[in-house]
């Protein structure tokens, strides 16, 4: 992997994985109990080879199983149930965003990157509307890898800034096709969750709510886990396109 790529796009923060959402493995005084548990998931053998060398010197991060192709991703991630699945988008047999899918199915406290060459609009859209928490080209520098592995686990998304671009390109596109067509009303939110929601959109993370709306983060983490139940999304970054596309949160 090369080494010129800039630091990545470090977007809004996502809940600890505790109980629904599962604990990040981070202990209450901010420093990880265990280390992450990575799968690595590429058609290349040499590439995740490569993969485990790097990761191998990071004493916070172990590589525990390896995957040639999404449909074995999904099995490996049913056995192993790791913290951070490292995927690229197009392989054999089975894709990476159709693997999204059903690895969040069987392991749905595990977070998806995926690592990629491709940087096609439609892919890194579908990546997400999947389940992905990250979408990070191959060109970006290896150090940069853990770190952004770190930030995952530690509940935030990531995103190449190039292809940050090109998402929010996406959500003005999808904005300006909705129109006043309603075929399901939208899920009702309290009052409450809209702001908590709107919030989110603009890339706080709990404690932040929590001390902007005077509340416990523990409540902020409650309204989190029913606004993503209540809308049947996966994550904090699914929230945004729908705070986007509903206009809680304008771009400008």
């Known amino acids: 992997m090369a080494d010129s790529f800039g630091p990545v796009h470090d977007g809004s923060h996502a809940d600890s994985r505790n109980g629904g959402d599962r604990d990040s493995g981070m202990d209450t005084g901010g420093s990880r109990k265990e ?3 990575v799968l690595v998931v590429d058609d290349h053998a040499l590439f995740r080879r490569g993969l485990e060398i790097v990761l191998a010197a990071e004493e916070d991060i172990q590589v525990v199983g390896e995957a040639g192709d999404g449909a074995e991703a999904v099995d490996k991630a049913a056995d192993l149930l790791p913290d951070i699945v490292l995927m690229d988008v197009r392989m054999p047999r089975r894709g990476g965003i159709e693997a999204c899918t059903s690895i969040k199915e069987v392991a749905p406290s595990a977070k998806i990157i995926m ?3 491709s ?3 439609a892919d890194l859209y ?4 999947a389940g992905a928490t990250g979408y990070l080209l191959k060109e970006i520098s290896t150090d940069e890898v853990a ?3 770190r930030a995952v686990a530690d509940g935030q998304s990531q995103i190449s ?9 996406e ?3 999808m904005i300006q096709r909705t129109d006043e067509r309603r075929l399901v009303p939208a899920p009702r939110l309290t009052e409450r ?3 908590v929601l709107k919030l989110v959109a603009t890339g706080m993370n709990n404690r932040d709510i929590a001390k902007e709306l005077f509340i416990s983060e523990n409540t902020v983490k409650n309204h989190v886990r029913n606004i993503l139940e209540k809308l049947q999304l996966h994550s904090r970054m699914e929230a945004v396109v729908y705070a986007m596309r509903e206009k809680i949160l304008e771009i400008r």
């Not at 579908?126 to 509307?129: V, W």
């Not at 800034?161 to 090109?166: E, Q």
């Open 193 to 195: 969750e809209l702001e």
């Open 161 to 169: 800034p190039s292809m940050a671009s090109k998402l929010l390109t």
């Open 35 to 37: 280390p992450i548990r």
């Open 115 to 117: 690592l990629t060459i």
């Open 171 to 173: 959500f003005k596109s």
């Open 126 to 129: 579908d990546a997400i509307k």
């Open 119 to 121: 940087d096609e609009e």
């Open 147 to 149: 770190t952004a592995i």
